[in-house]
């Protein structure tokens, strides 16, 4: 019971304290999930494969650079009329 209560936190004590290998498993798995949700590693592997798709996205906000690029123009003109 007490070793579910320390599971929330993750430390590097908790391995050297209770030196045991479900111990050391649980920890790893709490570790690499992002919710700290007891989960299979290979799993949350697989989803990290899914976030190169979203890369497309940062394509659109440099065009949204561009757009303002434009107005610091506008501003140069009027300062040398």
Known sequence: MHSLCLLPRPQLTLIF?????????????????????????????????KKKKKKKKKKKKKKKKKKKKKKKKKKTMCLIN
């Open 17 to 49: 304290i209770f030196p045991f290998k479900a111990l050391m498993i649980l920890y790893l798995h709490h570790k690499l999930t992002p919710a700290g949700n007891p989960a299979c590693v290979l799993f949350w592997k697989k989803k990290k494969k």
